[in-house]
């Protein structure tokens, strides 16, 4: 970083940060602006779980749901891009696409018989959602890799494997990135819906609102739940800034 | 050093390469030339198994390539390409440290081998080691080619192409500079290219190939003067025949020993056609001539050039 201080004070990241973390930690002195907004809810602020409790638990949720759809969706990208898989190259991609075209509700709905309630149906569900994108960008990724590149490693005596992890990866990884990006914050918004079947969420606040009436908390549920998903987009857009600025 | 026995080369029952025999004499700098899809860069690349040999076989210092492990053989054959290839990645000096760091060379030696490289194509090493290859311009980036190509002292050098993009300055320069290394170091080369004009100005040793096959081998001076046939003839160019033969002889070749001239001299290995061009710049039908130290050896003279 250089040396001009205002330079972090002009990023937005960090007010939005800032801001998160403040409603996050210090919800309750907005109780009398709450009380006024939302006259009929009783009590203004959630009480049954604190916000840094609800949120830690959805973070959970999701680092789970996008780092095994992150594993399975780059070795799958990897297997179809080799020669020895590139027959299966179309049923991945399928494969992927119905994960995304299926409702996560539904997959809840399917997956709370099998499972049983808690936190593993909304894993599952998100997991199946963000696949495709993490697929489809991986694959882009390493087919962006320029052919003449591979072929000088390949001529200068490059075994298989270590074109892939020196050469494909790092080149492939912008734009690995920017689907794990998209997987996560379609993650972020979706993980809410879990809190109907067992999971513990920023979408707790926003279903028990919609049971009892309490427009209040459905407002705390739904500003946090997008604060967080914005911060963790701006997150992915900064260090995907900082990979591209490596490859150039 | 190269030994290349009926090597066949087919795609889908087509051969591309045919029947190909030719040996490459230790030190040589062989120049493979023909058009567009003749099948030139597949043979280039059959040498280092890049593509598998159908049928015939490759020997390099007499032992069979397919009896030696793919990614081994490659280790020990230098190779660079038109459009280089260059890690993106990496720093210059981690491009050039590519093979030596493949062969687990100790880092000390990778970074003396670096820098001696970078000298060697003239890339200032505190200038040019940690930048980036899309900070050079095309003709820097084809000497980092070049010298990652000869950065683990390879026996063979194959290069496929590799001036062919750049324009004409900077490939005129990296065609003198490919001559000076090749006086250097004495690598044996094999040089693709479809331009008479660079293997006229590279090669000890030509090879012209079209549709697969070798039609005609020999030293340059050779094909100019004897062309196998109607198509060599068309290749190496009927017009401007007489500037190419210019361009293959040396002043060496007709000097008058003994006599004396007036003006600059010009050296015993240059080619005819730069002695022509000083008589005409000059306005002089005698130059003196001069050998590697300089001292005066002796004339050459315009009724010399068309003997």
């Given at each position: ?9 002009a ?52 680092v ?8 399975v ?19 991945v ?17 399917v ?72 997987s ?34 459905i ?22 800034l ?7 | ?45 059959m ?50 440290a ?150 293959v ?55 010399d050039?068309?003997?």
């Amino acid at each position: 970083m250089t040396g001009r201080p205002h330079r972090a004070l002009a990023s937005p990241l960090l007010w939005v940060g800032l801001f998160f973390l403040a409603l996050l930690l210090r919800m309750d002195e907005l109780r009398p602006l709450l009380r006024r907004a939302f006259p009929q809810a009783h009590p203004a602020i959630y009480q049954r779980a604190s916000f840094p409790a609800l949120f830690l638990s959805h973070l959970e949720l999701v680092v789970a749901a996008s780092l095994s759809a992150g594993l399975v969706g780059v070795a799958l990208a990897i297997f179809v891009t080799r020669r020895a898989g590139e027959d299966f190259r179309g049923i991945v991609n399928a494969l992927a696409a119905v994960g995304q075209t299926f409702p996560p509700v539904a997959v809840l709905a399917v997956a709370v018989p099998v499972v049983g309630f808690g936190p593993l149906p909304t894993v599952i569900a998100l997991f199946l959602y963000g696949l495709l994108p993490i697929v489809e960008n991986a694959i882009a990724g390493l087919e962006g890799v320029p052919a003449a590149v591979r072929e000088a490693a390949r001529g200068m005596g490059f075994s298989e494997r270590a074109i892939l992890v020196q050469v494909d990866l790092p080149l492939a990884a912008p734009v690995m990135l920017a689907g794990l990006r998209t997987s996560v914050t379609i993650g972020i918004g979706t993980a809410t819906i879990g809190s109907t079947v067992g999971a513990v969420t920023l979408g707790t606040p926003i279903f028990d609102g919609l049971a009892g009436n309490n427009l209040a908390f459905i407002a705390e549920g739904a500003v946090l739940t997008a604060l967080f998903a914005i911060l963790t987009d701006m997150l992915f857009a900064r260090l995907e800034l900082r990979l591209r600025r490596g490859i150039g | 050093m190269i030994e290349i026995e009926r090597a066949t080369k087919r795609y889908g029952g087509r051969p591309v390469v045919e029947g190909f025999s030719l040996n490459i004499v230790e030190g040589e700098f062989c120049v493979l030339i023909g058009p567009s899809g003749c099948g030139k860069s597949t043979l280039l690349r059959m040498i280092n198994r890049l593509v598998p040999i159908d049928e015939g076989a490759i020997r390099i210092g007499g032992r069979d390539i397919r009896d030696i492990p793919a990614e081994a053989l490659r280790r020990r054959i230098g190779y660079a390409i038109q459009s280089t290839g260059l890690f993106p990645h990496w720093t210059v000096a981690d491009n050039v440290a590519t093979v030596p760091r493949l062969l687990g060379w100790p880092p000390a030696r990778i970074r003396e081998r670096v820098e001696e490289l970078l000298r060697m194509l003239r890339l200032d090493p505190d200038g040019f080691r940690t930048r980036y290859p899309q900070q050079l311009s095309g003709g820097e980036q084809q000497r980092v080619g070049v010298a990652r190509a000869l950065a683990a002292d390879p026996e063979l050098l194959l290069m496929d192409e590799p001036f062919a993009a750049l324009d004409p300055i900077n490939r005129d320069r990296l065609q003198d500079e490919l001559v000076r290394i090749h006086r250097l170091t004495k690598k044996t080369i094999l040089f693709v290219t479809h331009d008479i004009e660079e293997a006229l100005r590279l090669a000890t040793r030509m090879a012209v190939m079209d549709r697969g096959r070798l039609v005609q081998e020999g030293r340059p001076i050779e094909i100019l003067e004897r062309p196998a046939d109607d198509f060599v003839r068309d290749f190496v160019g009927r017009q401007g025949l007489g500037l190419k033969l210019l361009s293959v002889r040396r002043v060496g070749d007709r000097l008058r020993r003994g006599e004396t001239a007036e003006g600059e001299p010009v050296p015993l290995d240059a080619p005819l056609r730069e002695a022509f061009s000083a008589m005409a710049q000059r306005r002089t039908d005698r130059l003196p001539v001069a050998d590697a130290e300089g001292r005066p050896v002796g004339v050459i003279a315009l009724a010399d050039l068309v003997r």
